[in-house]
């Protein structure tokens, strides 16, 4: 089957790190992307990660993928008010047709 | 601001009615992606459309169709609307497609249906 699957809920205080877990269940994944979603606003695409690699820095931003878990994590460091969203996990299936499949979203609140 | 574009930023129509969702890629993008996010089902992926054609389909329901004109403005129609298709529609563009994307988000239209 084809499910992302991420806690709904995380709140950290400002300064802290923060941590957001993904599953995914397909193995066939080429690509796993993080996007944030502000109130009242459309995706925007955080960072991605090729599935060959286990992770990928950028910036505050650290990506870690273990595959044999097919677990995806997103940490945030040095977290601020303005990283408060929604953070969703996708997935883009190549393998015959593309599905775009992206998880239930995990709502970050910074606590100041 | 993404540059992708979408009208009415909000509609409310009743139950049986028909709607149109219209969405303006980002100047360049050649494909168009629909998504529809509800409280009960997330974000789910619609329909895609590169340079006029269908390339990708998901969970898109026989009530649905979409499609893309010359100019690559792309359109969503939702008929004999029910209450449960109440939700946040999204249109996203990219350059390409297939391999490594950038999906660009527009604000999305809020439907309710009463």
């Known amino acids: 089957g084809e499910d992302v699957e991420q806690s709904l809920f995380l709140s950290v205080r400002e300064g802290d790190s923060s941590v957001i877990n993904c599953t995914y269940t397909?193995?066939?994944?080429?690509?796993l992307y993080w996007y944030k979603q502000e109130p009242g606003a459309g995706l925007q695409l955080l960072t991605y990660i090729f599935s060959n690699m286990d992770m990928k820095q950028d910036q505050r931003l650290t990506v870690l993928l273990n595959k044999k878990d097919k677990h995806l994590s997103l940490r945030i460091a040095d977290t601020q008010t303005g990283d408060s969203a929604i953070y969703f996990c996708?997935?883009?299936?190549?393998?015959?047709?593309?599905?775009?499949?992206f998880g239930t979203g995990t709502r970050l609140k910074v606590l100041a | 601001d993404s540059g992708v574009t979408q009208t009415p930023k909000h509609l409310i129509t009743a139950t049986g009615q028909r709607v149109t969702l219209r969405c303006s890629p980002r100047s360049g993008d050649l494909s168009v992606y629909w998504y529809q996010q509800s409280l009960d089902q997330g974000l789910q992926f619609l329909i895609q459309?590169?340079?006029?054609?269908?390339?990708a389909k998901g969970n898109i329901l026989e009530r649905f169709s979409a499609q893309q004109f010359p100019d690559l403005h792309s359109e969503l129609n939702l008929s004999s609307l029910e209450l449960g298709d109440s939700a946040l529609y999204f249109c996203?563009?990219?350059?390409?497609?297939?391999?490594?994307?950038?999906?660009?988000f527009g604000p999305g239209t809020r439907l309710t249906v009463t």
């Open positions: 459309y590169y340079n006029g054609e269908e390339r």
């Open positions: 397909d193995s066939s994944s080429t690509y």
């Open positions: 996708a997935e883009i299936i190549t393998s015959g047709t593309y599905k775009y499949i």
């Open positions: 996203a563009s990219s350059e390409g497609t297939g391999g490594l994307l950038e999906q660009y």
